[in-house]
């Protein structure tokens, strides 16, 4: 099949490699490093002072380790004949878990472990409004878009190069919608009106990988508009959209985990955790920095990359301390509270 074919051509025991990878993955992220590399600084922030080998890869391996993980179980899966939607949903899952683990095992904060009540508002936000809405959106309006331009005849379809390999599709498609979302992103940060509806999102006084799906629905609807209309209406394929797909929402969870991770020099390409954090710092000189959605490469040229050496982010979150937390409180502040208020 054809994304069989996008990483490992017509050979490869991918049973044995995704087995390898997760027997791997596993042995990394338990009790060889639960205790010796709990080297806690100021604030329970885990610094990585006193690590042992075992702690110090996971954390550099970590991110690109279950990457390449997910991408080997979404191709066994296609292979093996299951439906894209789910080849697509199980490895994205199945990373979740292993980032679960890592921010339990080998925290980056210790004091960003959320209560259970965060936990349940931040589910409820993606069921919601990541699962749910985007689900109804392609339903009741991009997908119906997509089929009328194309029965009307001026969908342009010719201009999206479906002869190229799925995997030059999918990265020609990450490039295109990061530069769109980049740019919505910074007017979400500089128009008022934007800003409220974003407020929702920056609220959060801590971050773990859930609270990647708090949005407000209709910031969510706003972004179809970037990172979903255009490309369907290209005509994008399916597979390129789930190679995509699996991309973002892999590099989604890490960018908001609590892991302690080094990417070292995926920082000057992807938007990784250890520059997201800075964009949610409760400052907003701090927060008006590495808007990059999945790639940081547009901040790095439009001169917004910020990753400080020798410190860490202070306080997450809006100014306004007060500003509600619960999803039904936040699904009207957008038009009662003030992110900058007291």
């Not at 349940?120 to 997509?146: E, G, H, K, M, R």
């Not at 808007?291 to 050496?309: E, K, S, Y």
């Amino acid at each position: 099949m054809a994304i069989s074919r996008l990483c490992f051509g017509e050979c490869g025991d991918r049973t044995r490699l995704t087995d390898r990878l997760a027997f791997f993955l596993v042995v990394m992220c338990t009790g060889a490093c639960a205790g010796p590399c709990r080297g806690h600084g100021r604030s329970g922030m885990n610094d990585g002072m006193g690590d042992n080998f075992v702690c110090h890869t996971v954390r550099v391996v970590s991110y690109p380790g279950v990457m390449v993980a997910g991408f080997v179980l979404f191709v066994f899966l296609e292979q093996a004949g299951v439906p894209l939607t789910l080849s697509s949903y199980l490895p994205v899952a199945a990373a979740a878990g292993l980032i679960t683990l890592h921010e339990i095992v080998l925290p980056h904060r210790e004091d960003w472990k959320p209560a259970r009540a965060e936990i349940a508002n931040d589910a409820t936000f993606l069921v919601a409004v990541q699962i749910l809405l985007p689900y109804i959106l392609s339903l009741a309006a991009v997908l119906w878009l997509a089929d009328a331009a194309r029965a009307t005849g001026w969908a342009v379809t010719t201009l999206w190069p479906n002869d190229l390999p799925i995997l030059a599709q999918a990265l020609l498609m990450l490039v295109g919608a990061d530069f769109l979302r980049y740019w919505m992103h910074r007017a979400f940060h500089r128009f008022a009106p934007l800003w409220r509806l974003h407020a929702v999102h920056h609220s959060p006084h801590r971050l773990y990988w859930l609270n990647v799906g708090r949005f407000h629905p209709i910031e969510k609807a706003i972004q179809y508009l970037a990172d979903a209309l255009p490309f369907i209406v290209l005509g994008v394929s399916e597979p390129v959209l789930a190679v995509y797909f699996v991309f973002f929402a892999i590099n989604g969870f890490f960018q908001h985990s609590n892991c302690s991770v080094r990417l070292g020099p995926l920082n000057y390409i992807v938007s990784g955790p250890e520059l997201h954090r800075w964009h949610h710092s409760e400052l907003a000189e701090e927060a008006d920095t590495n808007f990059g959605n999945n790639l940081i490469v547009w901040d790095m040229l439009f001169g917004t990359r910020f990753l400080p050496a020798g410190r860490e982010v202070g306080p997450l979150g809006l100014q306004n301390r007060a500003y509600p937390l619960s999803f039904l409180a936040q699904m009207k502040s957008p038009f009662v509270n003030s992110p900058t208020a007291d």
